[in-house]
């Protein structure tokens, strides 16, 4: 692969792009099973797994199909394909073993040649970006279910700047998350203390009785001026 010139590629040229595994019907969760499943439930737009991938949280399935599974790997990215919304999303490096994920995604890894010159991190917050993102909006428009074809995915075009402006867009973008989520609990915590002493202000004038009607001036309730 050679980027040297134009610093942009197909996705194609920089991944290899499976189809999740192919389940057969609704996934049943089993307690005794050896595999995990993530499923789109699991992941957030914006944080990825977040808690997602923690023990306990992937549903447990016994593999059933024929086809040998491509079990998850840190730095895989998964490319949610269908629906409202298309998205992509990093596995972190603590995600189970035994790992699989369900058709709605695309299961993307990076070549090796690739990993010489972008990150799963950045090429995952390219393809959230608005630009990629109304490329592949207007892709997935006139069908019944929003989809993106394996295809239409490997030709994506991405742009690969220098190893370090991408890391200093996903520590950025990753501060931005930080700060929104920061100003969430903020938010939340004001409206927590507006409530109590909403609250603490009807209680304490209930307690004290009903407070005297003002008394209405004698003119002016006869309509005088």
């Known amino acids: 692969m050679t980027t040297s010139k134009s610093h942009q590629a197909p996705l194609r040229a920089l991944a290899d792009i499976k189809p999740g595994y192919p389940f057969r019907g609704a996934i049943r969760h089993d307690p005794k099973g050896e595999v ?3 499923q789109v439930r699991h992941l957030d737009p914006e944080y990825g797994f977040g808690e997602g991938c923690q023990a306990g949280a992937l549903d447990r399935v016994t593999l059933e199909g024929r086809r040998k599974p ?3 790997q840190s730095g895989d990215i998964l490319f949610v394909s269908r629906g409202a919304r298309f998205f992509a999303v990093v596995v972190p490096h603590i995600i189970p073993d035994h790992t699989v994920c369900t058709p709605h995604f695309f299961l993307i890894r990076l070549n090796e040649s690739a990993k010489a010159v972008i990150t799963p ?3 995952a917050w390219q393809i959230n ?10 892709l997935g428009q006139g069908t019944l279910q929003h989809s993106i074809s394996k295809s239409q995915l490997k030709d994506l075009p991405v742009t690969i700047p220098s190893l370090h402006r991408q890391s200093l867009v996903t520590s950025l973008h990753r501060a931005a998350l930080d700060e929104a989520e920061q100003l969430r609990a903020l938010i939340a915590n004001r409206e927590q203390e507006m409530r109590a002493l909403g609250m603490a202000v009807l209680s304490e004038a209930r307690a004290s009785g009903q407070a005297p009607v003002p008394a ?3 003119q002016a309730a006869a309509g005088h001026p």
């Not at 970006?129 to 207007?138: D, F, I, K, N, V």
């Open 129 to 138: 970006h608005h630009e990629a993102q109304s490329y592949l909006t207007r």
């Open 70 to 72: 491509d079990y998850l």
């Open 216 to 218: 209405q001036n004698d």
């Open 121 to 123: 991190e950045f090429l």
């Open 36 to 38: 995990s499943v993530v």
